[in-house]
């Protein structure tokens, strides 16, 4: 009984989640949000050095980058889900 369940588990086919294209996409939509988290940021580091703006800048953004990334790839994957319920 236990082989048959892992059988079917097994023998499901298997959908790209990630494309080169989707890649692309998602790499030039975290790099400008990148530069425009680090437009805003910078403007609120309590400094004049330009190497301090720069480097609490893009410590910041980087920050924010990579919650921005993960949010993005969570809504992939629950539009995906989604689009593969309502085929079903």
């Not at 790209?16 to 400008?32: E, F």
């Not at 805003?40 to 980087?62: E, N, Q, Y």
Request: charged share 20%; hydrophobic share 55%.
């Amino acid at each position: 009984m236990r082989l048959r369940l892992l059988e079917r588990v097994m023998q499901q086919p298997e959908n790209k989640l990630v494309t080169p294209a989707s890649m692309a996409v998602d790499a030039i939509l975290v790099i400008a949000f990148f530069l425009f988290m680090y437009r805003v940021v910078a403007s609120h580091v309590p400094s004049k050095d330009h190497r301090m703006l720069l480097v609490w800048g893009a410590a910041c953004s980087a920050c924010l980058t990579t919650l921005f990334w993960l949010a993005l790839q969570m809504f992939r994957v629950v539009l995906k889900a989604q689009r593969q319920a309502q085929k079903e």
